[in-house]
């Protein structure tokens, strides 16, 4: 990432001329990314879309590998605020439903953008770019989707890490708990967060094997898999 530091002070004309200069390259970055995937990015080909020499470039991004992590901030923060956007849109609507909208909302995005998809969850370096701890909009997306199981299973289990029963004596949970407390949700139950963990990967797990056309071969309709597969969801929180 480039070293602007956020502060409350006014920018300078310099700095909001660098800061512009830093969203365009990372939007025409995005955009190559779209066409030929993440692989193939090269600072050469970044400066040519944005009308700078690789020199030039350096100047924003130290390296490749400093351009790849902003793009992937960019990639969790668009995904976790479409994620949001659309669990507030059916915040009036009942709780299942809002598990939908969520699953179909990351569904969706996934869908729109399938190669910044695949940069996310295969060509992140996972030493400098942290999607649960360090991007704030995913964050948010996933203390949605734990809130909307805990309005489905408001009674699932005892508080995460209450320190009484098996279940918040055992390692899995009390990472688990941990992971509540960076969300936002300390209370949730161990029942819950895992439930919400599962939810997670299932609906990745359905969406990548969509992406790369695992179910065209099979004659399997995404959209209705994963609209089954919320159906059971909701089953099992609400037996939790």
Known sequence: ??????????????????????DEIVQRALELVDAEGAHGLSLASVGK?????????YHYFASREALLDALVTAGYTDLGTAVETAAREAAVGPAP???????????RWALDH????SMLFTGS????????????AISASMLALVTTLQSIAPDAGSPAGAGSGLDARTGVDQELARWGKTLG??????????LALSTWYRVHGL??????????????????????????????????
């Open 49 to 57: 879309a944005v009308g700078m020499t690789p020199p030039a470039l």
């Open 125 to 136: 370096r996972r030493e400098t770019v942290d999607p649960l701890e360090s991007v704030g």
């Open 1 to 22: 990432m480039p070293a602007d530091d956020d502060d409350t002070r006014p920018l300078t004309r310099r700095e909001r001329l660098r800061r512009q200069t830093v």
């Open 207 to 240: 969406v990548s094997l969509e992406i790369v056309g695992a179910f065209d071969t099979m004659g399997l309709d995404g959209e209705r898999l994963l609209a089954a597969e919320v159906d059971g969801l909701v089953r099992e929180a609400a037996r939790a």
């Open 185 to 194: 949700a300390p209370t949730a139950p161990p029942a819950t967060l895992r």
């Open 114 to 117: 399938p190669r910044r998809y």
């Open 97 to 107: 439903a809002r598990l939908g909208a969520i699953a179909h909302a990351w569904r």
